[in-house]
């Protein structure tokens, strides 16, 4: 009885949730269970799916050399992505905080690439790095001086990754910049004035006051940019790919997502590819769980 | 209220259900241009729809997405009557059984298109003696000079390293702008060498022969000695500031180049892609097919549609239509080259190159094979690995995946 009451209650708030709920089961939550049952079956779209239980997960694990290379590719797009592009954003949100002149300018243009869609600035770049006298890169650096002989930066597998790294990280500065300058901000200017006080430097105060009150907001970073590297997709797809061959010269540039859209969508092997999406879950899962371990014990 | 109810729901429910009746449309998908599909529609209007009383409907889809949305599609069986596609989907439809054939199904009229179609496309077109789409059109690959900087172009191997020697010397280089680094750049050189990728029958790879090992060794020393740029994003640029006088690439551009560069006319030209070690100048050649989808209700009339479109005439008002978007469109009927408004020059190269050139191989399996060819490719150019153990590792791979 109490519950019907409870029920009725909240019936208008339920009713406003029902869209979005709608909207999301068929495309979000129905998806992502069928899909695992099409992990453990092979599908091309055409004919019905065919049980064929763990076969796709072991093909992946076990004989998949390019999967393995995108795993390799991808940790190292993180490892190289996540810290130094929070540490950019970092020294960028304090420069901000000083109160300096045409700070909002400044803050705008950190944060215009966020709000330019990913897909158009790969372009753009694609063109910075393009090779010979063409690419923006190459005319710079060999007008001062830097460079002797012109690169191909997308056309050689040890600067494919790299190049497409350094895109990721200016692209991702404004985000954090602004998250990061919210955390700030929050920081009650007591504290500061305190320490102050005290006579801590200005370096002791940054790193014995502020960074660990920073700590809740750079956890929350930490975690999203991994998440999202672990995806990255849309630079890799158009800086590094063709027609004949994706993923940058003899695979350099291949990482997990793009390498799952050529199983699922150029070569319809649907099965395949839904087992590829349950084990880069699980890859960031297990990530994020130790995230959340590794905070609590500091926080302990 | 009553009145917008009608308006809103009962409206569209008659429209759509009128919309099925229609028995005398034809959905056709194409793949290219906006331009391209009002072209044909246009000349569907004009000539087909007063004559069959069918009216034609034409959606373009565009090359990138083409592939997907018609597996989609199949998957689907949401499919047009008719689409165009690349050369060699219509047989990777059909063996998904979501095609016509057309062999078994029109004998007579097959024979009849396939004697006047270049037998070049044809062969990629065919596969084990089934037919499932009917050439809609070519692209070759030739090349292209400065005739300003270059006197003679290249007729040779020989002289093409000749060429590039000179052309180093004044740090200029030759671009291969169409398939740099992939299994397209490298096929004329494979088959101008003598080799290919198959056997005749198609039941196994030969892809370590001795003819390929030369053609791969020559087509790495072109990026590693006579330095061919590995990306060739930048051909347009190269070629009308002269660091580039020399490049292999499809016919695509030759009607857009005179826009993007009208200084340079008369400086420029095209010409046979140079002789190999085995005396051919075998080119390589793609191009779209056009055929007919087994969910459609009219199948006949699609038929008599894609025998409308090989018309000579009809190839050479397409022709005329795409000229003027500056894009261009290379008919496969043999017959009608003679009366298409192309410079002499170049319909004379053209002609012989179509004529000396292969398509990508007909076997099943193939399209997921290339990626072992593009491996070979860039492990010996970019990686500096042998020769002999690529194409050893390449021609297992092949064999392997062939489907039988």
């Known amino acids: 009885m109490k519950k019907r009451k409870k029920f009725k209650k909240h019936l208008i708030s339920y009713l406003f949730i029902l869209p979005a709920f709608l909207i999301l089961s068929i495309f979000v939550f129905i998806p992502v269970v069928a899909s695992f049952f099409l992990s453990f079956t092979e599908y091309d779209g055409i004919s019905p799916p065919k049980v064929v239980g763990l076969k796709n997960y072991v093909d992946i694990l076990f004989h998949d050399r390019l999967f393995w290379k995108a795993v390799i590719n991808t940790v190292y797009y993180v490892i190289f992505t996540v810290p130094i592009g929070i540490a950019c954003s970092l020294a960028v949100a304090m420069a901000l905080y000083q109160k300096i002149r045409f700070s909002a300018l400044f803050r705008t243009g950190f944060f215009l690439p966020t709000v330019t869609s990913v897909a158009a600035i790969s372009v753009v770049w694609r063109w910075i790095y393009s090779g010979d006298r063409y690419g923006l890169l190459n005319y710079i650096l060999t007008k001062l001086g830097v460079l002797a002989v012109l690169q191909d930066w997308l056309m050689q597998p040890s600067t494919t990754l790299p190049a497409i790294i350094v895109m990721s990280i200016w692209g991702g500065v404004g985000y954090n910049t602004i998250i990061l300058l919210a955390g700030l901000q929050s920081i009650p200017d007591s504290v500061l004035e305190a320490a102050k006080i005290d006579g801590a430097t200005p370096w002791e105060r940054f790193w014995y006051v502020i960074l660990p009150m920073l700590k809740p907001v750079m956890l929350f970073l930490v975690i999203m940019s991994t998440i999202n590297s672990f995806q990255v997709f849309e630079q890799v797809y158009i800086m590094a790919s063709t027609t004949e061959y994706f993923g940058g010269v003899l695979y350099s540039a291949l990482t997990i997502v793009p390498y799952l859209y050529e199983r699922a969508f150029k070569r319809f092997l649907l099965g395949y590819a839904s087992a590829l999406a349950y084990l880069l879950f699980a890859i960031i899962f297990m990530i994020t769980l130790i995230y959340m371990k590794v905070s609590k014990f500091y926080e302990q | ?404």
Not at chain 2, 114 to 127: C, D, M
Not at chain 2, 149 to 172: D, F, G, H, R, Y
Not at chain 2, 305 to 322: A, G, M, N, T
């Open chain 2, 1 to 404: 209220m009553k009145k917008l109810f009608r308006l809103f729901f009962i409206f569209p429910l008659i429209l759509s259900c009128a919309k099925k009746e229609q028995k005398n449309v034809l959905t056709l998908w194409h793949v290219g241009s906006e331009e391209e599909a009002q072209i044909i529609k246009n000349l569907a209007d004009k000539y087909f729809t007063p004559e069959s009383g069918i009216s034609v409907v034409c959606e373009s889809v565009s090359w990138s997405e083409a592939h997907t949305k018609y597996l989609t599609a199949i998957a689907g069986e949401v499919l047009p009557d008719l689409g165009t596609m690349g050369l060699t989907w219509a047989s990777e439809f059909g063996y998904k059984g979501a095609m016509v054939e057309l062999y078994e199904r029109f004998p007579a009229d097959v024979e009849t298109l396939k004697k006047n179609i270049f037998k070049s496309i044809w062969e990629s077109a065919e596969l084990k003696g089934k037919v499932y789409g009917i050439p809609f059109d070519l692209t070759v690959q030739l090349l292209y000079y400065r005739s300003d900087i270059i006197s003679k172009p290249p007729q040779t191997w020989q002289q093409l390293t000749e060429v590039l020697k000179n052309l180093n010397a004044q740090n200029k280089s030759m671009m291969i702008a169409w398939g740099s680094l992939d299994w397209i750049g490298f096929s004329p050189f494979l088959w101008q060498a003598g080799g290919d990728y198959y056997n005749k029958e198609g039941t196994k790879s030969i892809i370590n022969s001795e003819e390929a090992k030369t053609a791969l060794k020559f087509f790495a020393d072109l990026y590693k000695k006579y330095n061919v740029p590995r990306s060739a994003e930048n051909f347009g640029a190269g070629f009308r500031s002269g660091e580039y006088p020399l490049g292999m690439c499809g016919n695509w551009l030759i009607n857009s180049f005179p826009y993007e560069m009208p200084e340079l006319e008369g400086k420029w030209s095209i010409g046979l892609l140079p002789k190999g070690p085995s005396g051919k100048r075998t080119s390589f050649i793609g191009g779209r097919v056009i055929g007919i989808f087994k969910t459609s209700k009219n199948i006949d009339k699609a038929f008599e549609f894609i025998k409308f479109l090989s018309k000579p005439q009809i190839q050479k008002e397409i022709y005329i239509e795409v000229a003027k978007t500056k894009n261009i469109y290379l008919p496969p009927n043999v017959n009608i080259w003679k009366d298409l408004p192309i410079k002499e020059e170049f319909k004379k190269v053209l002609f012989e190159q179509i004529k000396e050139a292969k398509g990508p191989p007909s076997v099943l399996g193939w399209d997921d094979s290339t990626k072992y060819v593009v491996e070979a490719i860039q492990n010996v150019i970019v990686a500096d690995k042998s020769v002999e153990e690529e194409l050893k590792k390449c021609e297992e791979k092949l064999t392997q995946h062939i489907i039988k």
